[in-house]
């Protein structure tokens, strides 16, 4: 990922606005939880997320997946390459892996994970359960399978039109 810490385009807080903007209105209208973001390249607002995890029953529909998804789809690619996300609050480990996977140039946040601590949104327990060695944590996991899932990869290995990523 590229660290633009010297460049010398600021965030622009109307496109923070935005990201709140939409997680108050999101939220009162009853789409889920207080969080909205927003994907920007070239100054323009490319696509708008919100999060949709109680009204759809799906809890991967955090406000940065869903503008990643609307982005990824916007631009016909998987990777948010010169592109900002700005989001309301500081990312949860699930949005930060999906952020990183996504390779935009910044993050921009508002409220801070321990504001969302405060008011219900505690992610500390998966960064602790993160640290655990996998006998350790509270869900259990075990590995099985491996020399046939390994097949797969061998596959993957040898196909000579993969996309790297």
């Known amino acids: ?6 460049s010398s385009d ?18 009162q209208a009853g789409f889920g939880g207080p969080f909205g973001a927003v994907v920007v390249k070239d100054g323009q607002i ?3 997320g919100f999060n949709q995890v109680t009204s759809t029953h799906d809890p991967t529909c955090h406000a940065e997946v869903d503008a990643i998804r609307k982005a ?24 930060l892996g999906a952020i990183y996977w996504a390779r935009p140039a910044r993050v921009f946040y508002a409220n801070t994970k321990a504001d969302a601590a405060a008011v ?3 992610d500390q327990f998966i960064y602790d359960e ?3 060695p996998l006998d350790q944590r509270q869900l259990p996991m075990q590995q099985f399978l491996r020399d046939e899932a390994q097949v797969s990869f061998q596959a993957w290995a040898a196909h000579e039109s993969r996309t790297d990523y």
């Not at 916007?74 to 500081?90: I, K, P």
């Open 1 to 6: 990922m590229k660290n633009i810490n010297n």
């Open 10 to 27: 600021e965030p622009r807080a109307d496109f923070m606005r935005e990201a709140i903007r939409l997680s108050l209105e999101k939220m």
């Open 46 to 48: 490319i696509a708008r």
């Open 72 to 95: 990824c789809q916007v631009l016909g690619t998987f990777q948010l390459d010169g592109c900002d996300l700005y989001t309301s609050c500081e990312p949860c480990p699930m949005c």
């Open 120 to 122: 219900g949104f505690d």
């Open 130 to 132: 993160i640290e655990k």
